[in-house]
């Protein structure tokens, strides 16, 4: 049912049109569901446009042999041929066109004279002839008709003007000229004596018409093209008659001040229309020419480009436009992948007799690229060797035809790809990738090792002092399965968590019979906590490592912070910091393995060398967060780190700052450093906290823009200032965390004991300035309240902020939020409409303003009753749909779907939030005897607002529009949509 006042036809014709409705609900159900689809296809088409004329290349090819401008007309076009073919040779998309069906429709479309017409039976046009041109160079097919197109281009050369016609009836001008001479280059015409004679006319046209200065350009006052186009033909005609600019880096200036703000190109200096694809292409074709693309702002051009729809013609302008800038590589994808003969896939290397193909797959848009020329060199010590790859349709892939044998090869081999594509009017498409891969023996490493319990240990396991490690090494090429002599030698080495060599040993296999094998016992508590790395090193006679495997294990050891120590300024910390002052801690980090002993960290390798290990100091809030992290430096000998850092005006470091200290392993991992005190020579109580204080004293300087006293629902509130510190009389700026300027809107409850934040906003901040942009929403609490601006740490803990010019006096504003809300709704039930349904839903759609100011962002719940028998459904939530308007929906079996009226209770989240707290506030005071002398009806969360729903199944349905004409709208339209698609297919215009 519908709340509506409006008048309705006959309550007969409603019946019978419910009636047919009931009969016939899967045709009406259809026609719903075909409109839509038929919109959210148009609507997808444009939103990704520029991707589905290359991965959905093949549908625009229309049944007549051409390319149509879009999936959804009937009937080729020679302009959306052209540039389908132009996709296709860029994006390698050959193997997707039927090029005996192009042929054939581009054969219909040629004249008597020579030249070709935009539609067959219509006079020939240069540009239709300079498109066909294009189509037969973009197909990779020689052009059959060169002499017979060649005079025709060459009779609409006009000699009073020197410039050449569009067609024969026409005047020379620019763009056609353009276009003759772009023709004859693509004919292999344009050096011959006939062309090169009308040169000197041409010219001397350009001269007349160049304008110079600061922004210089072409004005063609006998053109009607548009002053950027009609540059961009001057370009283009200059480019072949070698006529030279008064001051090329001038003329792309003007081109590039024509750039908006999109990434598009106006067309003109004027900006009376918006950027096309057309004028973007012409102003990059133009700085192409002037060798200044890299003038323009090509981030903002790309997503212009990209908003192309799924047009031939527009996407095609997008496209070309993107081919002629660096951006068109970021749109290859390439993958290296290695094809194997009698052999297991290739991982981390190459073993050694295998013979290999390398793979390179490219692609554009997830869509295969088939037209590169592509070789790839290999590169192994001091020789190369080139070989091109072929193109395989069913895989496609780019693959070399022989595979190449590994059998006498050892150590890295280098496979650098190059890729060529020619692409007509835009040139050389040009990649280049490479990959690298070791060639070696395949390597097996089997471990039995033991805990210092003698429990089993697998890979990965923590261990400690006294674990005993013992490693079998086999190894491997693809003719030998275990060969343990060879020109070679295995090097065994163990490194701890900081990459540091604790252990090495080389067995030398020239003349080797025994196993290869290797044992370490894990005495060493002095190093760091982490990784401990086993790594098994094959290398030939000129010391060349060519195989390599690695087992991990986990030391487990305690480490400390020892002979803690920290300062301000050059002396011991004694109170509080402030902003600026420079900090200095100093820490020497060691192992406490068996908790009662410390055991200083080894400062050498196994090679005698200096260790380089990592150590940082986190500063931290009480609670934990992280607020900054400073890495240490070691003294001269390596024992001792000092961490330096200067206090930064910052809000994150306002009160207490937690140290702590970890170490960094090699991999990026983890270890925290327990307290370790000197004087006991224990572990500090798990209570200690190393930690220091910085005190501030913060006011809020330069704020011009007072609050008013009385707010009404729907005002703003904004407030810009700065936040300056009176103890360091440095300017302060929020922090990396939640620290920050907050506006707070507070109540008081009515036992005046505390106060209840109603709402609350985060500032933003430029530079030192910040912001507050608060609108006062329907979750404010009506009533005296006072907005607060204030600071929160990273723990949320609020600290004050005082006014500028006062001694300490709280920024604060005392407000009263009032208005009347009003509420406009719309109600409707399904069950009246369809009475054969299961369930009847209900929906209430309703916008809240006050005083004509929308409001926006209630927080609401409802509870449904039914008038009559109390039943209640509770706690719907009410969605937003992010603009004005809100809505809760439900739905009941249709049997107890009772008539009559259903009262809708809104409460505000905040209202429940309130009267939940304040009824546990008032519980926990009564049981510590506390008379809170408040009534208990102080808890009663009363609603926000009501509404009524009427329900009448049994009445005639009442939809928000007149029923009869909702069915025959909706029929009427499918009927449209249906005769539209009909026509399009027939080929008739709609």
Known sequence: S??????????????????????????????????????????????????????????????????????????SSLEATSNALFLSSLYGLRHKVNPQEVTRYLQTLENADGGYAFKAGEPSHLEATRQVILSYQYLGIPFPNSLSVATFIRELLRPESGLFAASSSQKGDIKSTALALQSMKLLGEIERGYVQDTFKGINAYL??????????????TDSDLSPLSANYYGLVVSSFTGYQLPSPKSWATTIVSLQDST????????????????????????????????????????????????????????????????????????SISYEVLDSSPIKDRIVQGTKVKPVLSIQSFNTPHSGFEATVQWTHGDKKESRKLEYLAESHQYVTVEFHDTSNLLGSIKFDFELRNHVPEVGE??????????????????????DANGRDLAEGDSVSVGSEFKFNVRLHNHTEKNFRSGPFSVIFTVFDSSSAKIHRETMDCSRNRAAISFSYSLKLNSIPAGELRFVFDVENDDQQVHTSHSVLY???????????????????????????????????????????????????????????????????????????????KPDAQGRTYQFEYTVAPNLDFVGTNVVTFSYVSASGEKHRLLNYDDATKELFDDNFSLNYTVQAELYVTGSKTPIKSDLYYGNEVSLSFKVQDKISKQFVKKG???????????????????????????????????????????????????????????????????KEGTNKELTSYTVAIGGDIEVSSKTFTSGSLLSQTKETAFVVQFALSCQQQVLKDAQLRVNVTHKASQNVIAGLPVVSDGTNSYQ???????????????????????????????????????????????????????????????????????????TELLVLGLLFGAYLVLAKKKMEYSGSKF
């Open 2 to 75: 519908t709340q509506s006042t409006g008048p309705f036809f006959s309550s007969r014709f409603e019946s019978l049109t419910r009636e047919w409705l009931q009969k016939n609900w899967s045709f009406f159900f259809f026609v719903l569901t075909f409109t839509f689809l038929a919109t959210l296809v148009q609507s997808q088409d444009h939103r990704s446009g520029f991707s589905t004329v290359v991965s959905s290349f093949s549908e625009f090819q229309d049944s007549e042999g051409g390319f149509r401008t879009t999936r959804r007309v009937h009937g």
């Open 207 to 220: 001269k007349k018409n160049q304008q110079t200065g600061e922004k210089s350009f072409f004005n063609f």
């Open 263 to 334: 990434g598009g190109f106006f067309s003109g200096p004027a900006r009376n229309a918006k950027p096309t694809f057309e004028s973007t292409f012409h102003a990059i074709s133009s700085l192409s020419i002037l060798k200044s693309v890299q003038l323009a702002d090509l981030s903002t051009l790309k997503n212009f480009l990209e908003s192309a729809p799924a047009d031939l013609v527009e996407a095609g302008f997008a496209h070309h436009a993107l081919a002629l800038t660096p951006l068109i590589n970021d749109y290859f994808e390439t």
């Open 429 to 450: 498409i040009q990649l280049r990738t490479s990959d690298e891969k070791k060639v070696g023996y395949g390597i097996v490493v089997e471990s039995s090792s033991v």
């Open 554 to 632: 986990r030391l487990s050891i305690p480490m400390v912070a020892q002979s803690l120590s920290i300062k301000a300024n050059g002396a011991a910390v004694s109170g509080p910091l402030k902003f600026g002052d420079k900090l200095s801690l100093t820490v020497k980090p060691a192992n406490f393995p068996d908790l009662h002993s410390i055991q200083d960290l080894e400062l050498s390798d196994s090679d005698k060398k200096k260790v380089q290990r990592k150590f940082v100091a986190e500063l931290s809030s009480p609670r934990g967060t992280l607020l900054h992290q400073v890495e240490g």
């Open 736 to 802: 990396n965390s939640d620290a920050n300027v907050y506006l707070s809107l507070k109540h008081q409850d009515s036992d005046k004991k505390r106060t209840f934040t109603n709402a609350e906003v985060a500032a933003q901040q430029e530079g030192e300035v910040f912001t507050l942009n608060w609108s006062v929403s329907p979750n404010a609490i009506r009533g005296a309240g006072v907005i607060v601006i204030a600071t929160k740490d990273a723990d949320g803990k609020e600290s004050p902020l005082y």
């Open 888 to 962: 809760v929906s439900w739905t009941v079996p249709s049997s107890q779907a009772t008539t009559g009226q259903y009262v809708l209770e809104f409460f505000r989240e905040v209202d429940r939030q309130r009267a939940n707290e304040n009824r546990e506030f008032r519980e926990r005071q009564r049981r510590l005897g506390v008379d809170t002398g408040a009534d208990s009806s102080d808890d009663e969360l009363k609603s926000f607002f009501e509404l009524v729903v009427d329900h009448r199944p049994a009445t005639a349905a009442r939809l928000p529009v007149r």
